[in-house]
């Protein structure tokens, strides 16, 4: 079953504008990551946030995390057409096993 | 240059053709897990290691096995693939521990069986 829920599901933007993606969850979680994957390659790590954290900042992006909602939030400013890419969240969970839970991902597409 | 491996990268094959998609890492991760990502599903995790002969399975794991004999190696095995396994497959290690949870993933495989 899925665990994370991207939304939107795509997004469009202007070279310049922010980029708002959110990530909502079931269980109860260790820690939340995002990644990037362009077109077909392989997945990136982006930005980690603990449990216990409730924002980090890595350059461009942003990430809040709210564990009360079981969401998540990436914000990524200043946005660039390379950029454009699928984004997706992914769930660290410790069943014994730390199983990763990944979300349908948010497809950004950034127009220069 | 440290890097997850996988081959091949592109593969076609028939109905019941067994098959064995590699996956090798050269950053002594003790954790390796492989996925299948399908359009509008995101990426499902089918079998994860641990460590060397430890191995648990994922959210999807039916019609799949691993092996993990070496701490390198997490071969991806199809006894008997089907249609239904068409995909595009990832293979990922990291760190083993409750912090560190940041996979570094291979390039993938596109399987598609006929």
């Known amino acids: 079953s899925q665990q994370g829920e991207e939304d939107p599901q795509a997004l469009s933007i202007q070279e310049g504008e922010n980029a708002t993606m959110n990530c909502s969850y079931k269980?109860?979680?260790?820690?939340l990551q995002w990644y990037r994957q362009n077109s077909g390659r392989g997945l990136v790590h982006l930005i980690l946030i603990r449990s216990n954290e409730r924002e980090k900042h890595s350059g461009r992006l942003r990430v809040t995390l709210d564990t009360s909602k079981k969401s998540s939030s990436l914000l990524i400013t200043a946005s660039r057409a390379a950029d454009t890419a699928s984004y997706f969240c992914a769930t660290g969970l410790n069943t014994g096993g730390f199983k990763t839970i990944f979300g349908a991902g948010t497809r950004l597409f950034v127009k220069a | 240059e440290a890097q997850v491996t996988q081959n091949p990268r592109y593969l076609i094959t028939v109905t019941g053709k067994k098959l064995t998609v590699t996956c090798s890492q050269n950053?002594?991760?003790?954790?390796m897990s492989w996925y299948r990502q399908d359009p509008g599903l995101g990426l499902r995790q089918i079998y994860y290691s641990m460590n060397v002969e430890v191995t648990d399975k994922g959210d999807v794991p039916e019609g799949y096995k691993v092996s993990r004999k070496e701490k390198r190696n997490f071969p991806l095995i199809l006894e008997s693939p089907s249609p239904n396994q068409t995909s595009l497959y990832f293979c990922a290690s990291r760190v083993y521990g409750l912090e560190d949870n940041e996979q570094f993933f291979g390039p993938g495989t596109r399987l598609t069986v006929l």
């Open positions: 269980t109860s979680i260790n820690n």
């Open positions: 950053m002594n991760h003790e954790y």
